[in-house]
Every structure is written in structure tokens, then in C-alpha cells.
């Protein structure tokens, strides 16, 4: 197994409970790829699909916020399991991700432009030094309030 960091949109997610009664939120996790092409276009390149598995109340409370065509932020142990198919054809395989930590990413707003600075920032992402800040000085060099 090994540890990944993965960014990608989500599927319906489905809370379920094992015969022990303990939580298990599923779903199913697409990453597309892209790369540019000989003109410096960008080109669509694929999409790897994911099974992610979320345990106990960290599952049990990301089911109540989650849901399909979200952006989530996933890192985790992936592995690949085999199966066989249903059809009779032979096996297939399957690339899972047992989720430690899940995050869901903010989507840009409805004019195109870029996301929010969060507070604290200013629209080039620097720091910015709130006024009230007692260490911040004009002359960039940092005083004791005292």
C-alpha cells in the first residue's frame, strides 16, 4: 500500500454500517488529467477513478456534508484489489483509498474569477498585517508592544 494525496469529484457517497454497527461512508472518487498538447493547448488526458472508504464518525459525519459533484481533497493508503468480474470474463481490478483525512475544496465563484482572499491576504496572497497586529511596524522591522 501507499500514501497518496488525491484531488477529484465525487460520486454519490452512502453511508452503510457493518454487522457490527460500526460506520462506513463509500464513494466513488474521479481524478481527470490533462496535459498540453504540441500547440500548448490543454487536452482532456483521461480520468482514474477511485473507491474511497471513510470509517467510523469521521465518515458518519462527512455524509452529512458530502454529496455528488463535490470537489473533495483525499489522502489516504491506496491499493489495488483484484476481483473477479461478473460477467464470467475474467478479473478486473479495482484502485481503493482508505481516507485518513477528506477536505472538501471550494469551487471558483459564477464569474470565473479566482476564489476569495481569506482573511488576512490581499488579492496577490500575501500577508497582510492587521492594524490591531502590536508587532507589526511600518518600517517592515517588528517591535515589542511593551
Known amino acids: ?11 454519490d457517497p452512502e ?3 457493518t454487522p457490527a454497527g460500526k ?7 474521479a481524478q481527470n488529467h490533462r ?3 504540441q500547440s500548448g493547448e490543454w487536452q482532456d488526458d483521461g480520468t482514474t ?4 472508504t ?11 456534508h458530502l454529496s455528488k459533484g463535490m470537489r473533495v481533497i483525499v489522502t489516504g493508503e491506496e491499493r489495488i484489489r483484484e476481483f473477479e468480474k461478473k460477467d464470467g470474463s475474467g478479473k478486473g481490478q479495482s484502485l481503493e483509498l482508505n481516507a485518513r483525512e477528506v477536505g472538501i475544496v471550494p469551487r471558483r465563484n459564477s464569474g470565473g474569477g479566482s476564489f476569495p482572499a481569506p482573511a488576512g491576504f490581499n488579492a496577490e496572497h500575501q500577508p497582510t498585517q492587521p492594524q490591531s497586529d502590536p508587532w507589526a511596524a511600518s518600517n517592515g522591522q517588528a517591535e515589542a508592544p511593551f
Open 1 to 11: 500500500m501507499s500514501n497518496v494525496t488525491v484531488i477529484g469529484t465525487i460520486n
Open 15 to 17: 453511508l452503510r454500517f
Open 23 to 29: 460506520p462506513v461512508l463509500g464513494f466513488s472518487l
Open 35 to 37: 496535459r498540453k498538447d
Open 49 to 52: 477513478w477511485r473507491k474511497v
Open 54 to 64: 471513510v470509517w467510523d464518525k469521521k465518515g458518519e459525519h462527512l455524509a452529512e
